[in-house]
């Protein structure tokens, strides 16, 4: 519907310089009065122009800055969780070792057991 909109406003804007433009080539002046009026309308087009396009580049650079901010506190996030994760697995790597060497423990005295009750 934007589009829509944008392009219902462009022809809005390209009409109104059209009829402009005949209407100064159609009113009753001399050559170089209507040269005068044109280049006067001209001016006054490409100083829109150029508010326009600083105004669009603002709004793009504004949008740029944002995206940027949003992609480093992603980045941020990412790296925090990522910490955390590492942290987690450390301390399960930690329980397995432990788990692992009390279960050898005691498999080492059962067999010492068994060895000495064999005897």
């Not at 040269?35 to 669009?56: H, P, S």
């Amino acid at each position: 519907m934007s589009n829509q909109i944008e392009g219902f406003i462009k022809g809005i804007f390209l009409g109104g310089l059209i009829g402009a433009a005949i209407g100064i080539l159609y009113a009753p002046k001399s050559g170089r009065e209507t040269r005068e009026d044109i280049n006067r309308k001209a001016d006054k087009l490409v100083t829109k122009v150029k508010k326009e396009y600083e105004a669009t580049l603002k709004k793009s650079g504004n949008a740029y800055e944002a995206a940027v901010k949003q992609l480093k506190h992603l980045e941020s996030s990412s790296k925090e969780k990522a910490g955390e994760m590492e942290d987690k697995v450390n301390e399960l790597t930690e329980l397995g070792k432990e788990a692992f060497h009390d279960t050898k423990g005691k498999l080492t005295k059962a067999v010492n057991d068994a060895v000495h009750a064999f005897k």
